[in-house]
């Protein structure tokens, strides 16, 4: 058994005023994310599945063009290839699982 602490990982700022971290496993990407408030996440899309756990924080979601505020629980699921971006309305903490891996992150 493998075991991280998020606090522990090496962080990258990947887009200005959001910071990440990564755990790779042989099939899947987890992100751990930090947003400053209003941070605008560009549109983009990917091969990856996508869920999308906000674990604190507001945040603003739109994927094929339906826009949804995400709050504290919520999750969202982005399927492969859809359109998506977003804007944390405040401070957010969030977890992304991608499957296949993302080897873009790594």
Same mark, same amino acid.
């Given at each position: 058994?493998?075991?991280?602490?998020?606090?522990?990982?090496?962080?990258? &700022?990947?887009?200005?005023?959001?910071?990440?971290?990564?755990?790779?496993?042989?099939?899947?990407?987890?992100?751990?994310?930090?947003?400053?408030?209003?941070?605008?996440?560009?549109?983009?899309?990917?091969?990856? &599945?996508?869920?999308?756990?906000?674990?604190?924080?507001?945040? &603003?979601?739109?994927?094929?063009?339906?826009?949804?505020?995400?709050?504290?629980?919520?999750?969202?699921?982005?399927?492969?290839?859809?359109?998506?971006?977003?804007?944390?309305?405040?401070?957010?903490?969030?977890?992304?699982?991608?499957?296949?891996?993302?080897?873009?992150?790594?």
């Amino acid at each position: 058994m493998r075991v991280w602490n998020s606090d522990d990982m090496q962080r990258q &700022e990947l887009i200005p005023g959001a910071e990440v971290g990564f755990v790779h496993t042989e099939n899947m990407t987890v992100a751990y994310w930090d947003f400053e408030a209003n941070v605008p996440l560009p549109e983009h899309s990917h091969r990856h &599945e996508q869920v999308t756990n906000v674990v604190e924080g507001v945040f &603003e979601l739109t994927v094929d063009g339906d826009t949804r505020r995400l709050e504290a629980g919520s999750v969202a699921l982005i399927p492969p290839n859809a359109v998506h971006s977003g804007r944390s309305v405040t401070e957010c903490r969030i977890i992304d699982v991608f499957f296949p891996v993302r080897e873009d992150y790594r």
